[in-house]
């Protein structure tokens, strides 16, 4: 099991709080939008139902994240050159991924071929 000398659960029920606290806008919208339309618990049923699936997902890419990190230290070795290069590898593939998928919204919202409905 992997333990942080740095970790508190104090910071980590701050953290999950101030995340929580902050509004939604599609949560905002969905609500605005069944309040107009005079379905206003409907609005807040979709919203109770889109906060779950935000949470069922962060729970599991957080869950495979701390389970990649097990095997990857059990795998290479805690502290190993190795571990860091490859650590290093895979977080430049990540930002080349992130900025390659930013590049090409911008360019396709420059080339003026995209109809709005």
Known sequence: MLTDKNFSW???ILTVFAAGARPCS????????????GIFFAGVAA??????????????LAALAVLAKGLAVRFLGEGS????????????????????????LLLASLSGKITSA
């Open 47 to 60: 919203t109770f139902a889109m906060s779950m699936g935000t949470a069922i997902t962060t729970g599991a």
């Open 26 to 37: 599609g949560a905002i919208l969905v609500l605005v939008f069944a309040l107009a339309q």
């Open 81 to 104: 050159e190795r571990g860091v290069i490859a650590v290093r590898a895979l977080e430049f593939a990540a930002a080349i991924l992130v900025f390659m998928l930013g590049a090409s």
């Open 10 to 12: 104090k910071t980590a």
